[in-house]
């Protein structure tokens, strides 16, 4: 989803086994750290492309003390904005990448017209009609084949729709301003004749007989 392009720069510390604490000093390299290096500035690179990020690599035995009330004892640490997501192995990119996501979201607006759906949901077709009908371009996002786009639209529905709210698809952005679901984006478009279906707030994300409860800004 196209962001705020002057939202500050999400931080990213690594603090890597290396350094050197009075008379001890780390000889021996530390091959999980190296591995979450390459991970880190790979997901940087496909993932996470377009979120501004700064990486900060430190020696957790010259600077052990500082990750320590944050709870990181164990290197390789990784800590996203100052709260840990990893340590004591090499990072899983998933965590990593859902935890910038919903960094970033909480720092950035939404630009540009979207619809996050799955290939099979009969409310996300309908959802895409509607844009057609009237002539809107909007960019898709397939939450199923793309997490990115799944913890981006976890990460800014939440927030409207509360916590507790199952999140279902399809959810939609017109320039930016957070629609609701396709019944929601039929009446914002005017669109007539919508016959009732019992099934249509099934939760296509939560399992069978869940109902949907989509906000509207």
Known sequence: MNSSKDAQPITVTLYRWAGKWGPFKVNIPCGECSLTVDVLKDTFNTELAGIPIELDIREWLSEWWKPLPKGGWHAPIVMVEGKIISQGHALNRGILTEAIIDAYAHRS???GTHLYGKQTCPHCKRAKQYFEQAGIKFQYHDVVREPRALYEMLARVKPIVGPKTPITVPQI?????YVGGADQLAAKLGIKNV???PERG???LAPAGRFETVAVS
Not at 173 to 177: D, F, R, S
Request: proline residues 7%.
């Open 195 to 197: 016959e009732p279906n």
């Open 202 to 204: 099934a939760n296509s």
């Open 173 to 177: 952005w017109i320039n930016g301003k």
């Open 109 to 111: 607006d939404v630009e």
